[in-house]
Protein backbone atom coordinates (compact mmCIF):
# COMPACT_ATOMS: atom_id res chain seq x y z
CA UNK A 1 0.00 0.00 0.00
CA UNK A 2 1.38 3.06 -1.13
CA UNK A 3 1.25 5.86 1.55
CA UNK A 4 -0.27 9.40 -0.16
CA UNK A 5 1.78 12.43 2.02
CA UNK A 6 -0.80 14.89 0.10
CA UNK A 7 -3.41 14.30 3.13
CA UNK A 8 -4.03 17.41 4.91
CA UNK A 9 -0.29 19.03 5.19
CA UNK A 10 0.08 21.51 7.55
CA UNK A 11 1.17 24.73 6.09
CA UNK A 12 4.19 24.40 7.95
CA UNK A 13 5.72 21.68 6.18
CA UNK A 14 4.68 22.98 2.65
CA UNK A 15 6.33 26.09 3.97
CA UNK A 16 9.41 23.76 4.26
CA UNK A 17 9.06 21.99 1.17
CA UNK A 18 9.10 25.29 -0.39
CA UNK A 19 11.86 26.66 1.01
CA UNK A 20 14.05 23.79 0.71
CA UNK A 21 13.05 23.45 -2.98
CA UNK A 22 13.83 27.35 -3.70
CA UNK A 23 17.33 26.43 -2.33
CA UNK A 24 17.65 23.69 -4.39
CA UNK A 25 16.60 25.36 -7.89
CA UNK A 26 19.83 28.24 -7.19
CA UNK A 27 21.64 25.28 -9.35
CA UNK A 28 18.68 25.75 -11.94
CA UNK A 29 19.26 29.99 -11.92
CA UNK A 30 23.26 28.86 -12.44
CA UNK A 31 22.20 26.69 -15.91
CA UNK A 32 20.15 29.82 -16.90
CA UNK A 33 23.02 32.48 -16.04
CA UNK A 34 25.73 30.07 -17.62
CA UNK A 35 23.28 29.50 -20.64
CA UNK A 36 22.80 33.02 -21.41
CA UNK A 37 25.89 35.28 -20.14
CA UNK A 38 27.67 34.19 -23.28
CA UNK A 39 24.57 35.44 -25.52
CA UNK A 40 26.05 39.31 -25.15
CA UNK A 41 29.21 38.72 -24.63
CA UNK A 42 30.15 36.31 -27.76
CA UNK A 43 30.15 39.44 -30.44
CA UNK A 44 32.89 40.81 -28.21
CA UNK A 45 34.87 37.84 -27.27
CA UNK A 46 34.63 36.89 -31.28
CA UNK A 47 35.80 40.39 -31.73
CA UNK A 48 38.68 40.32 -28.81
CA UNK A 49 40.25 37.03 -29.34
CA UNK A 50 39.68 37.38 -33.10
CA UNK A 51 37.69 34.42 -33.04
CA UNK A 52 36.16 32.82 -36.53
CA UNK A 53 33.10 31.31 -37.13
CA UNK A 54 34.05 27.60 -35.93
CA UNK A 55 35.77 28.82 -33.14
CA UNK A 56 33.01 31.15 -31.81
CA UNK A 57 30.64 28.25 -31.92
CA UNK A 58 33.13 26.28 -30.29
CA UNK A 59 33.47 28.55 -27.44
CA UNK A 60 29.47 28.96 -27.02
CA UNK A 61 29.18 25.27 -27.20
CA UNK A 62 31.96 23.54 -25.44
CA UNK A 63 30.44 23.99 -21.97
CA UNK A 64 27.66 21.95 -23.22
CA UNK A 65 29.87 19.30 -24.10
CA UNK A 66 31.03 19.20 -20.47
CA UNK A 67 27.68 19.55 -19.31
CA UNK A 68 26.72 16.21 -20.73
CA UNK A 69 30.22 15.13 -19.09
CA UNK A 70 28.50 16.57 -15.44
CA UNK A 71 25.32 15.52 -16.26
CA UNK A 72 26.34 11.55 -16.53
CA UNK A 73 28.75 11.23 -13.29
CA UNK A 74 25.92 13.70 -11.58
CA UNK A 75 24.00 10.26 -9.99
CA UNK A 76 26.54 8.27 -9.16
CA UNK A 77 28.24 11.00 -7.15
CA UNK A 78 25.12 12.14 -5.69
CA UNK A 79 24.48 8.56 -4.80
CA UNK A 80 28.15 7.74 -3.23
CA UNK A 81 28.77 11.56 -1.70
CA UNK A 82 24.79 13.07 -1.07
CA UNK A 83 22.90 15.12 -2.50
CA UNK A 84 24.02 18.37 -0.69
CA UNK A 85 27.69 17.74 -1.42
CA UNK A 86 27.42 17.25 -4.92
CA UNK A 87 25.93 20.65 -4.83
CA UNK A 88 28.49 22.44 -2.90
CA UNK A 89 31.09 20.75 -5.81
CA UNK A 90 28.75 22.18 -8.63
CA UNK A 91 28.77 25.21 -6.86
CA UNK A 92 32.68 25.35 -6.17
CA UNK A 93 32.98 24.81 -10.24
CA UNK A 94 31.18 27.17 -11.36
CA UNK A 95 32.97 30.09 -9.01
CA UNK A 96 36.02 29.12 -10.21
CA UNK A 97 34.51 28.91 -13.94
CA UNK A 98 32.92 32.71 -13.44
CA UNK A 99 36.00 34.02 -12.55
CA UNK A 100 38.74 32.15 -14.82
CA UNK A 101 36.18 33.22 -17.82
CA UNK A 102 36.42 36.56 -16.15
CA UNK A 103 39.88 36.83 -16.57
CA UNK A 104 40.74 34.98 -19.75
CA UNK A 105 44.25 35.84 -21.74
CA UNK A 106 43.64 33.34 -24.48
CA UNK A 107 41.59 31.07 -26.48
CA UNK A 108 42.77 27.59 -24.63
CA UNK A 109 42.35 28.88 -21.21
CA UNK A 110 39.05 30.54 -22.50
CA UNK A 111 37.78 27.02 -23.45
CA UNK A 112 39.44 25.16 -20.39
CA UNK A 113 37.10 27.73 -17.85
CA UNK A 114 33.60 26.90 -20.21
CA UNK A 115 34.42 23.56 -19.46
CA UNK A 116 34.94 24.14 -15.80
CA UNK A 117 31.59 25.63 -15.57
CA UNK A 118 29.91 23.18 -17.63
CA UNK A 119 30.69 20.28 -15.49
CA UNK A 120 29.20 22.39 -12.71
CA UNK A 121 26.31 23.15 -14.59
CA UNK A 122 25.63 19.71 -15.55
CA UNK A 123 25.71 18.07 -12.15
CA UNK A 124 23.40 20.83 -10.89
CA UNK A 125 20.91 20.35 -13.55
CA UNK A 126 20.68 16.48 -12.23
CA UNK A 127 20.74 17.15 -8.77
CA UNK A 128 18.12 20.16 -8.38
CA UNK A 129 15.56 18.15 -10.04
CA UNK A 130 15.94 14.78 -8.66
CA UNK A 131 16.23 16.33 -4.96
CA UNK A 132 13.08 18.16 -5.28
CA UNK A 133 11.46 15.60 -6.55
CA UNK A 134 13.49 13.21 -3.32
CA UNK A 135 11.79 15.63 -0.64
CA UNK A 136 8.48 17.55 -2.41
CA UNK A 137 4.74 16.13 -1.52
CA UNK A 138 3.51 14.25 -4.52
CA UNK A 139 0.43 16.32 -4.31
CA UNK A 140 2.38 19.39 -5.21
CA UNK A 141 5.42 17.65 -6.95
CA UNK A 142 4.81 19.14 -10.32
CA UNK A 143 4.64 22.70 -9.01
CA UNK A 144 7.94 22.63 -6.76
CA UNK A 145 9.72 20.66 -9.82
CA UNK A 146 8.89 23.47 -11.91
CA UNK A 147 10.68 25.15 -9.30
CA UNK A 148 14.07 24.22 -11.27
CA UNK A 149 13.00 25.50 -14.93
CA UNK A 150 11.58 28.88 -12.95
CA UNK A 151 15.17 29.18 -11.95
CA UNK A 152 16.54 28.57 -15.00
CA UNK A 153 14.26 31.10 -16.59
CA UNK A 154 14.74 33.86 -14.24
CA UNK A 155 19.10 33.30 -14.55
CA UNK A 156 17.96 33.92 -18.11
CA UNK A 157 16.56 36.98 -16.93
CA UNK A 158 18.99 38.20 -14.43
CA UNK A 159 21.90 37.51 -16.47
CA UNK A 160 20.24 39.41 -19.51
CA UNK A 161 19.38 42.55 -17.34
CA UNK A 162 22.49 42.96 -16.20
CA UNK A 163 24.71 42.17 -19.18
CA UNK A 164 22.17 45.03 -20.64
CA UNK A 165 23.19 47.21 -17.98
CA UNK A 166 26.59 46.51 -18.08
CA UNK A 167 26.89 47.14 -22.26
CA UNK A 168 25.09 50.09 -21.53
CA UNK A 169 27.17 51.31 -19.04
CA UNK A 170 30.03 50.73 -21.08
CA UNK A 171 28.79 52.05 -24.20
CA UNK A 172 29.02 48.58 -25.96
CA UNK A 173 29.89 44.75 -24.42
CA UNK A 174 33.70 45.37 -25.92
CA UNK A 175 34.11 49.06 -24.44
CA UNK A 176 36.41 49.59 -21.05
CA UNK A 177 33.75 49.63 -17.79
CA UNK A 178 35.61 49.33 -14.77
CA UNK A 179 39.22 48.99 -13.77
CA UNK A 180 40.25 49.03 -17.11
CA UNK A 181 38.34 46.02 -17.90
CA UNK A 182 35.81 45.74 -20.41
CA UNK A 183 32.09 44.65 -20.49
CA UNK A 184 32.47 41.48 -21.53
CA UNK A 185 34.37 40.53 -18.75
CA UNK A 186 32.37 42.02 -16.08
CA UNK A 187 29.34 39.84 -17.42
CA UNK A 188 31.02 36.56 -16.39
CA UNK A 189 32.38 37.75 -13.25
CA UNK A 190 28.90 38.45 -11.76
CA UNK A 191 28.31 34.61 -11.66
CA UNK A 192 30.66 34.40 -8.60
CA UNK A 193 27.73 35.79 -6.53
CA UNK A 194 25.01 33.21 -7.47
CA UNK A 195 27.06 30.45 -7.63
CA UNK A 196 28.22 31.66 -3.81
CA UNK A 197 24.81 31.71 -2.49
CA UNK A 198 24.07 28.24 -3.99
CA UNK A 199 27.06 27.03 -1.87
CA UNK A 200 26.02 28.56 1.09
CA UNK A 201 22.32 27.28 0.48
CA UNK A 202 23.62 23.70 0.61
CA UNK A 203 25.03 24.16 3.81
CA UNK A 204 21.56 24.58 5.04
CA UNK A 205 18.79 22.79 3.13
CA UNK A 206 18.44 18.98 5.33
CA UNK A 207 20.30 15.99 2.76
CA UNK A 208 17.35 14.00 0.47
CA UNK A 209 15.51 10.94 2.97
CA UNK A 210 16.12 8.41 0.51
CA UNK A 211 19.52 9.23 -0.07
CA UNK A 212 19.38 8.52 4.35
CA UNK A 213 17.71 5.72 3.43
CA UNK A 214 20.17 4.64 0.94
CA UNK A 215 23.13 4.69 3.61
CA UNK A 216 21.36 3.35 6.44
CA UNK A 217 20.38 6.36 8.57
CA UNK A 218 17.11 5.94 8.95
CA UNK A 219 16.37 7.74 12.26
CA UNK A 220 17.25 11.23 10.31
CA UNK A 221 15.27 10.32 6.72
CA UNK A 222 12.23 9.80 9.30
CA UNK A 223 13.14 12.89 10.54
CA UNK A 224 13.50 14.85 7.08
CA UNK A 225 9.97 13.48 5.62
CA UNK A 226 8.08 14.81 8.91
CA UNK A 227 9.31 18.03 8.78
CA UNK A 228 9.44 19.00 5.44
CA UNK A 229 7.28 16.76 3.88
CA UNK A 230 4.29 16.41 6.67
CA UNK A 231 4.21 12.74 6.28
CA UNK A 232 2.15 11.57 9.02
CA UNK A 233 3.78 7.80 9.43
CA UNK A 234 7.37 8.58 8.53
CA UNK A 235 8.97 5.50 10.09
CA UNK A 236 6.50 3.63 7.50
CA UNK A 237 7.45 5.75 4.57
CA UNK A 238 11.16 4.50 5.34
CA UNK A 239 10.32 1.11 4.85
CA UNK A 240 8.90 1.61 1.87
CA UNK A 241 11.82 3.61 0.44
CA UNK A 242 13.93 1.41 1.39
CA UNK A 243 12.29 -1.93 -0.14
CA UNK A 244 12.06 0.34 -3.54
CA UNK A 245 15.80 1.07 -3.01
CA UNK A 246 16.74 -2.01 -2.47
CA UNK A 247 17.98 -2.62 -6.16
CA UNK A 248 19.55 0.30 -6.62
CA UNK A 249 22.33 0.58 -4.00
CA UNK A 250 24.14 -0.40 -7.00
CA UNK A 251 22.85 1.16 -9.77
CA UNK A 252 24.60 0.37 -13.02
CA UNK A 253 23.89 -0.31 -16.81
CA UNK A 254 21.69 -3.84 -15.67
CA UNK A 255 18.92 -1.67 -13.96
CA UNK A 256 18.04 -0.01 -17.66
CA UNK A 257 18.96 -2.81 -20.21
CA UNK A 258 16.19 -3.41 -22.63
CA UNK A 259 15.14 -5.06 -25.50
CA UNK A 260 15.32 -1.89 -27.98
CA UNK A 261 19.01 -1.33 -28.78
CA UNK A 262 20.02 -2.25 -25.15
CA UNK A 263 17.93 0.07 -23.12
CA UNK A 264 14.85 -0.71 -21.35
CA UNK A 265 11.30 1.40 -23.36
CA UNK A 266 11.30 3.53 -21.12
CA UNK A 267 14.43 5.24 -21.11
CA UNK A 268 14.46 5.60 -24.88
CA UNK A 269 11.26 7.90 -24.19
CA UNK A 270 13.69 9.62 -21.45
CA UNK A 271 16.27 10.18 -24.25
CA UNK A 272 13.90 11.47 -27.45
CA UNK A 273 11.89 13.68 -24.40
CA UNK A 274 15.22 15.13 -23.68
CA UNK A 275 15.97 15.68 -27.27
CA UNK A 276 12.99 17.32 -28.19
CA UNK A 277 13.41 20.02 -25.59
CA UNK A 278 16.39 21.45 -27.67
CA UNK A 279 15.50 20.59 -30.95
CA UNK A 280 12.80 22.69 -30.90
CA UNK A 281 15.34 25.43 -31.25
CA UNK A 282 15.16 26.95 -27.94
CA UNK A 283 18.81 27.80 -27.01
CA UNK A 284 18.61 29.67 -30.47
CA UNK A 285 17.00 32.19 -28.92
CA UNK A 286 18.45 32.14 -25.61
CA UNK A 287 22.45 31.97 -26.52
CA UNK A 288 22.08 33.77 -29.61
CA UNK A 289 19.50 36.25 -29.48
CA UNK A 290 21.38 39.42 -29.36
CA UNK A 291 23.09 38.36 -32.11
CA UNK A 292 20.45 36.88 -33.67
CA UNK A 293 18.35 40.54 -33.72
CA UNK A 294 21.93 42.56 -34.68
CA UNK A 295 21.89 40.22 -37.71
CA UNK A 296 18.39 41.50 -38.74
CA UNK A 297 19.17 45.19 -38.54
CA UNK A 298 18.31 45.59 -34.86
CA UNK A 299 20.84 47.90 -32.84
CA UNK A 300 23.15 46.27 -30.25
CA UNK A 301 20.91 48.42 -27.39
CA UNK A 302 17.68 47.58 -29.35
CA UNK A 303 18.69 43.81 -29.38
CA UNK A 304 19.53 43.39 -25.41
CA UNK A 305 16.25 45.06 -24.68
CA UNK A 306 14.78 42.73 -27.37
CA UNK A 307 16.24 40.10 -25.15
CA UNK A 308 15.62 41.28 -21.77
CA UNK A 309 11.82 40.63 -22.71
CA UNK A 310 11.80 37.44 -24.09
CA UNK A 311 13.48 36.43 -20.57
CA UNK A 312 11.01 38.16 -19.05
CA UNK A 313 7.94 36.44 -21.01
CA UNK A 314 9.72 32.61 -20.32
CA UNK A 315 10.03 33.67 -16.57
CA UNK A 316 5.85 34.41 -16.42
CA UNK A 317 4.82 31.68 -18.74
CA UNK A 318 7.06 29.07 -16.38
CA UNK A 319 5.40 30.62 -14.02
CA UNK A 320 1.70 30.20 -15.12
CA UNK A 321 2.77 26.57 -15.95
CA UNK A 322 3.50 26.10 -12.27
CA UNK A 323 0.02 26.67 -11.28
CA UNK A 324 -1.56 24.83 -14.04
CA UNK A 325 0.77 21.41 -14.20
CA UNK A 326 -0.46 19.35 -11.04
CA UNK A 327 -4.27 20.43 -11.98
CA UNK A 328 -4.15 20.24 -15.90
CA UNK A 329 -0.87 17.47 -16.06
CA UNK A 330 1.97 16.94 -17.60
CA UNK A 331 1.12 15.14 -20.85
CA UNK A 332 -1.89 17.51 -22.17
CA UNK A 333 0.17 20.80 -21.18
CA UNK A 334 2.83 19.33 -23.45
CA UNK A 335 0.51 18.59 -26.49
CA UNK A 336 -0.93 22.30 -26.02
CA UNK A 337 3.22 23.28 -26.23
CA UNK A 338 3.83 21.43 -29.14
CA UNK A 339 0.77 22.60 -31.14
CA UNK A 340 1.74 26.39 -29.96
CA UNK A 341 4.80 25.78 -30.83
CA UNK A 342 4.66 24.57 -34.16
CA UNK A 343 2.41 27.63 -35.43
CA UNK A 344 4.67 30.58 -33.70
CA UNK A 345 8.23 28.87 -35.40
CA UNK A 346 6.29 28.49 -38.81
CA UNK A 347 5.51 32.55 -38.23
CA UNK A 348 8.84 33.15 -37.44
CA UNK A 349 10.50 31.34 -40.55
CA UNK A 350 7.83 32.94 -42.89
CA UNK A 351 9.09 36.06 -41.25
CA UNK A 352 12.98 35.61 -41.92
CA UNK A 353 12.27 34.58 -45.69
CA UNK A 354 11.89 37.92 -46.10
CA UNK A 355 15.15 39.19 -45.11
CA UNK A 356 16.81 41.89 -47.13
CA UNK A 357 20.70 42.38 -47.62
CA UNK A 358 23.53 40.96 -46.35
CA UNK A 359 26.48 41.07 -43.94
CA UNK A 360 25.88 44.29 -41.78
CA UNK A 361 23.15 46.20 -44.07
CA UNK A 362 20.21 43.83 -43.32
CA UNK A 363 16.78 44.06 -42.23
CA UNK A 364 13.44 42.77 -42.11
CA UNK A 365 10.65 45.12 -43.87
CA UNK A 366 7.31 46.11 -42.58
CA UNK A 367 5.39 44.11 -40.87
CA UNK A 368 8.00 40.85 -41.27
CA UNK A 369 10.24 42.88 -38.78
CA UNK A 370 7.18 42.54 -35.99
CA UNK A 371 5.94 39.32 -37.16
CA UNK A 372 9.50 37.88 -36.72
CA UNK A 373 9.23 39.35 -32.84
CA UNK A 374 6.09 38.42 -32.38
CA UNK A 375 6.72 34.46 -33.25
CA UNK A 376 9.83 34.14 -31.57
CA UNK A 377 8.53 35.45 -28.02
CA UNK A 378 5.13 33.16 -29.27
CA UNK A 379 7.25 30.07 -29.23
CA UNK A 380 9.31 30.94 -25.79
CA UNK A 381 5.59 31.47 -24.24
CA UNK A 382 4.48 28.01 -25.10
CA UNK A 383 8.11 26.63 -24.45
CA UNK A 384 7.62 28.04 -20.91
CA UNK A 385 4.27 26.66 -20.55
CA UNK A 386 5.14 23.25 -21.67
CA UNK A 387 8.33 21.61 -22.59
CA UNK A 388 10.57 24.18 -20.71
CA UNK A 389 9.46 22.72 -17.30
CA UNK A 390 7.60 19.52 -17.65
CA UNK A 391 10.63 17.60 -19.30
CA UNK A 392 12.91 18.34 -16.25
CA UNK A 393 10.00 17.34 -13.93
CA UNK A 394 8.81 14.08 -16.06
CA UNK A 395 12.64 12.61 -16.18
CA UNK A 396 12.84 13.34 -12.45
CA UNK A 397 9.69 11.47 -11.58
CA UNK A 398 8.92 8.99 -14.59
CA UNK A 399 11.23 6.25 -14.13
CA UNK A 400 11.04 3.17 -11.27
CA UNK A 401 13.52 3.87 -8.43
CA UNK A 402 15.62 0.60 -9.73
CA UNK A 403 16.49 2.60 -12.79
CA UNK A 404 15.78 6.52 -11.68
CA UNK A 405 19.40 7.79 -11.11
CA UNK A 406 20.76 6.08 -14.21
CA UNK A 407 17.73 7.26 -16.34
CA UNK A 408 17.95 10.57 -15.22
CA UNK A 409 21.25 11.16 -15.64
CA UNK A 410 21.07 9.62 -19.27
CA UNK A 411 17.81 11.64 -20.25
CA UNK A 412 19.87 14.86 -18.98
CA UNK A 413 22.56 13.87 -20.68
CA UNK A 414 20.73 13.67 -24.09
CA UNK A 415 19.39 17.01 -22.83
CA UNK A 416 22.76 18.49 -23.22
CA UNK A 417 24.30 16.44 -26.51
CA UNK A 418 21.16 17.71 -28.58
CA UNK A 419 21.64 21.27 -26.45
CA UNK A 420 25.26 21.25 -27.71
CA UNK A 421 24.17 20.16 -31.33
CA UNK A 422 21.56 23.18 -32.17
CA UNK A 423 24.26 25.35 -30.27
CA UNK A 424 27.33 24.75 -32.40
CA UNK A 425 25.41 24.15 -35.76
CA UNK A 426 23.28 27.39 -35.43
CA UNK A 427 26.08 30.49 -36.85
CA UNK A 428 27.27 28.17 -39.19
CA UNK A 429 23.86 26.72 -40.59
CA UNK A 430 22.28 30.31 -40.52
CA UNK A 431 24.96 31.13 -43.15
CA UNK A 432 24.43 27.58 -45.35
CA UNK A 433 20.57 27.88 -45.08
CA UNK A 434 19.11 31.00 -43.48
CA UNK A 435 17.44 31.81 -40.95
CA UNK A 436 13.75 30.38 -42.20
CA UNK A 437 14.82 26.96 -43.36
CA UNK A 438 16.00 27.35 -39.89
CA UNK A 439 13.24 28.01 -37.93
CA UNK A 440 11.42 25.91 -40.41
CA UNK A 441 13.40 22.41 -39.33
CA UNK A 442 12.52 24.01 -35.25
CA UNK A 443 8.58 23.51 -36.40
CA UNK A 444 9.60 20.61 -38.10
CA UNK A 445 10.70 19.17 -34.96
CA UNK A 446 7.70 20.49 -32.57
CA UNK A 447 5.10 19.01 -34.78
CA UNK A 448 7.33 15.31 -34.49
CA UNK A 449 6.98 16.30 -31.00
CA UNK A 450 3.41 16.62 -30.63
CA UNK A 451 3.16 13.40 -32.34
CA UNK A 452 6.03 11.45 -29.86
CA UNK A 453 3.95 13.07 -26.73
CA UNK A 454 0.25 11.42 -28.05
CA UNK A 455 2.20 7.92 -28.59
CA UNK A 456 4.50 7.48 -25.99
CA UNK A 457 4.69 10.09 -22.84
CA UNK A 458 2.22 8.82 -19.72
CA UNK A 459 0.32 11.23 -17.17
CA UNK A 460 2.25 11.06 -13.91
CA UNK A 461 0.95 13.87 -11.54
CA UNK A 462 -0.07 13.57 -8.05
CA UNK A 463 1.78 9.92 -8.07
CA UNK A 464 4.09 8.46 -5.49
CA UNK A 465 7.47 8.14 -7.20
CA UNK A 466 7.41 4.74 -5.34
CA UNK A 467 4.17 3.71 -7.20
CA UNK A 468 6.41 4.04 -10.14
CA UNK A 469 6.87 0.78 -11.71
CA UNK A 470 8.14 1.46 -15.47
CA UNK A 471 4.84 -1.35 -16.84
CA UNK A 472 2.10 1.44 -17.08
CA UNK A 473 4.44 3.44 -19.44
CA UNK A 474 3.65 0.91 -22.99
CA UNK A 475 0.04 2.34 -22.67
CA UNK A 476 -0.17 6.09 -22.03
CA UNK A 477 -3.09 7.51 -20.20
CA UNK A 478 -5.65 9.11 -22.56
Known amino acids: MVETASAAQPSSHHGKAVGISIAAAVGGFLFGFDSSVINGAVDALSGHFHLG ?43 ISSAGSAFAFSVPDLLLWRVIGGLGIGIASVIAPAYISEVAPASGRGALGSLQQLAITIGQLVVLSSNK ?22 MFLVGVIPAAVYGILAFVIPESPRYLVLVGKDEKAAGVLRRVSGVAEPEA ?4 IRETLRKEHKSSFRDIRGPRFGLHPLVWVGIILAAFQQLVGINAIFYYSTTLWKSVGFSESNSFTTSVITAGINVVMTVVSMLFVDRVGRRRLLTIGSVGMFLALTLTAVAFSQQRGSGEDVSLPDPYGPLALIGANAFVVFFALSWGPIMWILLAEMFPNRMRAMALAIGTTSNWIFNFIVTFSFEPMTDKVGLSWLYGAFAFFALASFIFVRAKIPETKQRELESMTGETYQRPAR
Not at 63 to 76: E, F, I, N
Not at 168 to 185: I, K, N, T, Y
Open 237 to 240: KVDE
Open 53 to 95: EFLSGFVVSIALLACAVGAWYAGRLADGWGRRRVMLLGSALFI
Open 165 to 186: GLAGAAGGSAHELWFGMPAWRW
